[in-house]
């Protein structure tokens, strides 16, 4: 096992140590929320919403775009488990903001290998052979991170299954200063029709 694996581990005996009465917790959210964001390691929902386990529903990819497997969660998430009001909220300086999907697409054609950002973009940093596959993938990326919010809670509030009563707001995540900035453009897009 790795080094990481055994802290990973170590770290999950001692949180069971603890767990006690969170074994009664519901999968019903005790906020009635959900949250769509970013992967990014810098953003802790449930530290930056004051969140306890329980209280949420977190759909995390990258880029925290509402693709059609987030709809599905968010769908069971209102439908079989009770949440009333989302938030999707992206954040400052987000990867996705710094490629091209083609781009994207070109670096795994060349190598599977992990790539670096350098001055003048990405590169490869290893010789693994390549796949044409990323050429069929839609990564999602885009330029402009407050409009990228407006776009996925427009893309939310108007699917055919979300009702018109759900409230869905709009943020982004300071990376620099931990605040929740609000997209006024995404919450009103958001608000019950």
Known sequence: MSQVVDEVLAANVQYAQGFGKKSSLKSTPIRHIAILTCMDARLDPAKCAGLSEGDAHVIRNAGGRATDDVIRSLVISYKLLGTKEWFVIHHTDCGMCSITGDALSDLLNESLSPAEITPNGYR??????????GYYIDWLTFKDESQCVVDDVTRIRHHPLVPHYITIYGYLYDVKTGRLLEVPAASEAGHPL
């Open 124 to 133: 490869n940093t290893g010789s693994d052979p390549g796949s044409a596959e």
